[in-house]
């Protein structure tokens, strides 16, 4: 068990709707990480946060959105669905960020969105 | 552009052979390089990480990574591979933002089939 907390594991729902990904952080950490994965993209960076603050960005689409909290919880907001939206979605989080960060990420185990 | 490389998409081995899993790198400056298993429905864990020091790298579960500056390679090993080794490898690298805040890159992935 890596400490972090993805909900819900599963999702179904339509092309064109709405939906939110919740990740809460390893106790402590002050980062988190958003990285989507698919066959035919592989594992691919979306976002990052620490202590609130959005510090690095991948290839998150528009229609994508993503905040932390107070309470250093995260989500991920997909908008617009389609179907090539369809993939897992995992949430990540380390102690620090920046030119300090060791680069050893605490990954949950991700949250299945299908898109039909 | 930096960036990390899987030549393989699944690499083969017998229990009880070495097995080796390559990751290639291209980067300016100082690599900070890493290994990390997926196993199925599972999220993402830290293997090993090369950050400066040691050419060989020891990590988790036997593993070891030996990183090759000549020839920008950082490949994983394991001297006897066991069927429970059977998972996706991701070959990772730290890549520095303008700011400094860095992002954690993956590679394509290498699903490694160990055979009784």
């Known amino acids: 068990d890596s400490g972090v907390t993805q909900t819900p594991k599963h999702l179904i729902t339509a092309t064109g709707q709405r939906v939110t990904l919740r990740c809460s952080p390893r106790s402590g950490d002050l980062s988190v990480y958003w990285y989507q994965q698919s066959l035919d993209q592989g594992l691919q960076f979306l976002i990052q946060?620490?202590?609130?603050?959005?510090?690095a960005k991948g290839n998150i689409l528009e229609r994508f959105s993503a905040q932390q909290f107070p309470d250093l919880h995260s989500e991920l907001n997909l908008s617009s669905l389609e179907l090539g939206d369809s993939a897992l979605y995992f949430c990540?989080?380390?102690?620090?960020?920046?030119?300090?960060?060791?680069?050893?990420?605490?990954f949950g185990e991700g949250s299945r969105l299908t898109v039909l | 552009a930096q960036s990390v490389a899987q030549p393989e998409d699944q690499v083969n081995v017998a229990e009880g052979n070495p097995l080796t899993v390559k990751c290639t790198y291209s980067v300016s400056g100082n690599p900070y390089l890493f290994w990390y298993v997926q196993y199925p429905n599972r999220g993402l864990q830290f293997l090993l990480k090369y950050i400066t020091g040691d050419n060989l790298v020891k990590g988790s579960y036997g593993f070891e990574a030996e990183f090759n500056k000549s020839q920008t390679s950082f490949h994983l090993k394991k001297p006897s591979a066991l069927v429970s080794d059977s998972a996706l490898y991701f070959c990772?690298?730290?890549?520095?933002?303008?700011?400094?805040?860095?992002?954690?890159?993956f590679g394509a992935g290498t699903q490694v089939v160990v055979t009784p």
């Open positions: 946060y620490y202590n609130g603050e959005e510090r």
């Open positions: 990540a989080s380390s102690l620090r960020t920046g030119a300090l960060n060791t680069g050893e990420l605490f």
């Open positions: 990772a690298g730290l890549f520095m933002t303008t700011d400094s805040w860095g992002k954690l890159q």
